[in-house]
């Protein structure tokens, strides 16, 4: 079983439409794959189906609140076969707090909560990391981080990545960042090509070769709440994360 969390400081850079989508990839690859919700905004699990407002499901919210805490009991089927998830909430934002201190990190989740027979275990963030993000860097073997590849997408990464290493050093020494991969590229503009090539340079082989490009599948896939390869099956977009999603199960020990 591989612990992966999602993240990156910046809101909107593609953190939860990259997490369902390799999740339903790895689950087609024929990995048992659960999603493991930790934004209060709930998009993932919207995206899979999961909207509190509409179905009456447990979340993690309500798990974290439970005297017993039997995680199993709060982990869904998905219409994909192979691929579960664990919603999230609003109400788990009361468990949201700004970390200002390593110290003061509230592990809610444990890696042994965690039933065994999965595979792959994936987490969305929400963005500006607070205790939900770092018990997840906390707990999870790699760190994997998109980055926008557009204007000022550098910006802000160097938050991310101290706290990658803030984790490293006081909470998980064996956490590993996987790697990065450029989301909501636009091929027509040079400034896709400019922000992947600076991205490249520093980055080096850390940067997966597969591009996630601009495709609106990937947003009327959310519209439809399914992951885009049940949505369009041959989109760019569907083609493109199958593609990643190869090259990171290639890279996990
Ligand atoms: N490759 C893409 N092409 C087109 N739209 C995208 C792409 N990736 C994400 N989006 C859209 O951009 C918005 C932000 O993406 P999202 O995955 O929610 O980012 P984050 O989780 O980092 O905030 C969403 O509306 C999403 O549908
Ligand atoms: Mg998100």
Do not use: W
């Amino acid at each position: 079983m591989k612990l992966i969390v999602v993240i990156n400081n910046k809101g909107g850079v593609g953190k939860t439409t990259s997490v369902v989508n390799l999740a339903a990839s790895f689950a087609r690859l024929g990995k048992k794959t659960l999603l493991v919700d930790l934004d209060p905004s709930a998009s993932a699990s919207i995206h899979l189906g999961f909207d509190k407002v509409i179905t009456n499901h447990k979340t993690l919210c309500d798990y974290l609140l439970s005297e017993n805490r039997i995680l199993k009991d709060y982990i869904y089927p998905t219409s994909e076969n192979n691929l579960f998830c664990l919603p999230s909430e609003t109400a788990l934002s009361e468990f949201y707090d700004e970390i200002l201190q390593e110290e003061e990190v509230e592990l809610f989740l444990n890696r042994k909560d965690f039933p065994k027979e999965n595979d792959i275990v994936i987490f969305d963030t929400p963005p500006n990391m607070g205790n939900l993000a770092m018990n997840a860097l906390a707990i999870t073997d790699y760190a994997l981080i998109p980055i926008q590849t557009q204007h000022m997408a550098l910006t802000g990464l160097d938050l991310t990545i101290k706290l990658v290493e803030k984790a490293q050093r006081h909470l998980n020494p064996k956490l590993e960042i996987l790697g990065y991969f450029g989301t909501n590229y636009d091929r027509r503009t040079n400034v896709a090509k400019e922000v992947y090539a600076s991205i490249q340079s520093r980055f080096g082989n850390k940067v997966f070769n597969t591009v996630i490009g601009i495709n609106s599948k990937l947003i009327e896939a959310y519209g439809a709440q399914k992951p885009i390869l049940a949505y369009a099956p041959s989109a760019r977009g569907t083609k493109e994360y199958k593609a990643l999603a190869g090259e990171i199960i290639k890279r996990l020990k």
